[in-house]
């Protein structure tokens, strides 16, 4: 390995630290990478549209939005509700697994997770006609201009 000096201004200017050849100082500012820039939130679109799908369920489910977007867990009954607004998201307004599952703080493979399992659930003919009431006000509020 090949070594250089710099010689550190500000202090004694005899100060000097090795440096490897072909490397900034830690002196030096970070370089930033080009690309996408980290987003605050969701796009105010999206914004509605979960608030929409999470009111609807948290309705018919009888739980409390701030139950549903708790980072944790939960009881079994609101885990079972956010896994159905997450499939109603990905279902009805067709965002992919991946933005689903970043608007409800969790990962892609979770949001899939869940909408297969309540895909499975829709052979109870209850709960298939729980979820078509359900798709039906979330088609009709996103047509309607609820946002």
Known sequence: MELDFLLVHGGNPEVRRPVFAGHASRADPPRRRPG???STGPAPKRKAELDLTLAAVAR???VSLRELQAPTRRRAPVAEARQVAMYLTH???????????????RDRTTAGHACRRIE????????????DA????LENGEQSGCR
Request: charged share 35%; no cysteine; proline share 0%.
């Open 36 to 38: 996408r820039r980290r």
């Open 60 to 62: 018919a489910w009888n």
């Open 91 to 105: 279902v009805i307004f067709g965002i992919s697994l991946s933005e689903v599952g970043r608007l409800y703080g």
């Open 134 to 137: 359900l798709a039906l006000t």
């Open 120 to 131: 499975d659930r829709r052979d109870d003919s209850d709960f298939d006609r729980l979820l």
